[in-house]
Each structure stands twice: as structure tokens, then as C-alpha cells.
Antibody, heavy 125, light 110 residues
Framework: VQLVESGGGLVKPGGSLRLSCAAS????????MIWIRQAPGKGLEWVSY????????NYADSVRGRFTISRDNAKNSLYLQMDSLKVEDTAAYFC???????????????????WGQGTTVTVSS | QSVLTQPPSASGTPEQRVTISCSGS????????VYWYQQLPRTAPKLLIY???QRPSGVPDRFSGSKSGTSASLAISGLRSEDEGDYYC???????????FGGGTKLTVL
């Protein structure tokens, strides 16, 4: 079971970036998936989650309206489209597997049990 | 400011027992399970405790979790130098409809 993020990099304020998370070793469509970020020297912050089918999504207030989460289960991939980037979006971004979609909410039993190694996003002029 | 409150630091000597607290409210810890994550230097977080007091396979029984009301705690017994790192509590928040984290506790083994 493995998650591998990619797509991070240096971008100017107002720019866009698309992160990807490749999943292997499990059936992606069975699970909620979550993006979490960690600013340099800071703690963990939830960004967005999506249900197994993709029909249910939610975003943290800090990114709502600017970020879009999506998934392609056939390609075993999770995505995070980040637009109108701000300096304060600078962080390491982790994707994580959460509970099975059959559970009533994304964090219900095992929680976020598998994490990727992270990809770094730097927003700077 | 994090939704869940943890002490910023904790320390102990080898073989000692240390505890890390996590305080929340009725919308998160009070009505949902608590999870603990270990983040060693320059690595991704790793699930340490799920559903308040359950250990995933491979996590030593030196690590234990508990929850009471709107608070939880992580205990580490037989402290080792390799336990040095950051520890985060997490829960679901029904009001925010999303996961919430503590600010993290930096554990130092003296």
C-alpha cells in the first residue's frame, strides 16, 4: 500500500499548480482520500477530502473557492488543482488514505492510515 | 491556532514514561474518536493510535492512547531516543465537517 505525490514546485502569487497522488496496493474507489498540508515549521492542516465516488467533497475555509479536489479511480490517482495561490499556501502537501466510503464520515474508524511522502509547494515572487 | 490543544513540548529520559495531552470540545473529541500521529524529522506523519486507544499492527505496545470526555492523551513508556519527533492528535469535527488537528508536541529524549 503506497501513496506518491508529485507536482509541487515554485509558483508566483496568483499562479496555479496541480498536485497528483498516485495510489497503489489498494482499491482507490473504496476509500475517502484527504489532502493535508504543513507550512514550514508548522503543524498539520486539513485542506480537502473527497469520497470514493467523487460525489462528496469538502474544503477548509482557507482554500475554498481556490482549490479543487478530484480523483480518477481508473487511473488510481487523486488530484488537487490549486488556483489563485497565495504566499500562505507555501507548504508540504500530503495525500492520505482515510476510511472506507461505506463508513458514515471520512474519519470514523482507522482514520488517515496511509500517507504519502509529500510534495513541496512554494509560492513566492 | 489549532482547534485541538496540545502542549508545544514534552521531554523525558530514556526508559521514562511521558504523556502528551490533547484537549478539544464537544463537536470534535467529545463526539468522535481520537487519532495520534508520529512525525519523525523529515518524514511524513505515521498513524500511531486510532479509535482512541487502538494500535495499528507494527506499532509497539509502548505507545498507548486514552480518551475521556473532550480530552485525550498519548502515553509513551520505555522512552527511546528514536521516539524523538513531533506528535499530533486529530479528530473529526462535526461543526466544521472536516478533520481537525492539534498544534503538535515536540518530544525530546534527554
Amino acid at each position: 500500500v503506497q501513496l506518491v505525490e508529485s507536482g509541487g514546485g515554485l509558483v508566483k502569487p496568483g499562479g496555479s499548480l496541480r498536485l497528483s497522488c498516485a495510489a497503489s496496493g489498494f482499491t482507490l474507489s473504496d476509500y475517502y482520500m484527504i489532502w493535508i498540508r504543513q507550512a514550514p515549521g508548522k503543524g498539520l492542516e486539513w485542506v480537502s477530502y473527497i469520497s470514493g465516488s467523487g460525489h462528496t467533497k469538502n474544503y477548509a475555509d482557507s482554500v475554498r473557492g481556490r482549490f479543487t479536489i478530484s480523483r480518477d479511480n481508473a487511473k488510481n490517482s487523486l488530484y488537487l488543482q490549486m488556483d489563485s495561490l497565495k504566499v500562505e499556501d507555501t507548504a508540504a502537501y500530503f495525500c492520505a488514505r482515510s476510511d472506507r466510503t461505506a463508513y458514515p464520515k471520512p474519519i470514523y474508524y482507522y482514520g488517515m492510515d496511509v500517507w504519502g511522502q509529500g510534495t513541496t509547494v512554494t509560492v513566492s515572487s | 491556532q489549532s482547534v485541538l490543544t496540545q502542549p508545544p513540548s514534552a521531554s523525558g529520559t530514556p526508559e521514562q514514561r511521558v504523556t502528551i495531552s490533547c484537549s478539544g470540545s464537544g463537536s470534535n473529541i467529545g463526539s468522535n474518536h481520537v487519532y495520534w500521529y508520529q512525525q519523525l524529522p523529515r518524514t511524513a506523519p505515521k498513524l500511531l493510535i486510532y479509535r482512541n486507544d487502538q494500535r495499528p499492527s507494527g506499532v509497539p505496545d509502548r505507545f498507548s492512547g486514552s480518551k475521556s470526555g473532550t480530552s485525550a492523551s498519548l502515553a509513551i513508556s520505555g522512552l527511546r531516543s528514536e521516539d524523538e519527533g513531533d506528535y499530533y492528535c486529530a479528530s473529526w469535527d462535526g461543526s466544521l465537517s472536516g478533520p481537525v488537528f492539534g498544534g503538535g508536541t515536540k518530544l525530546t529524549v534527554l
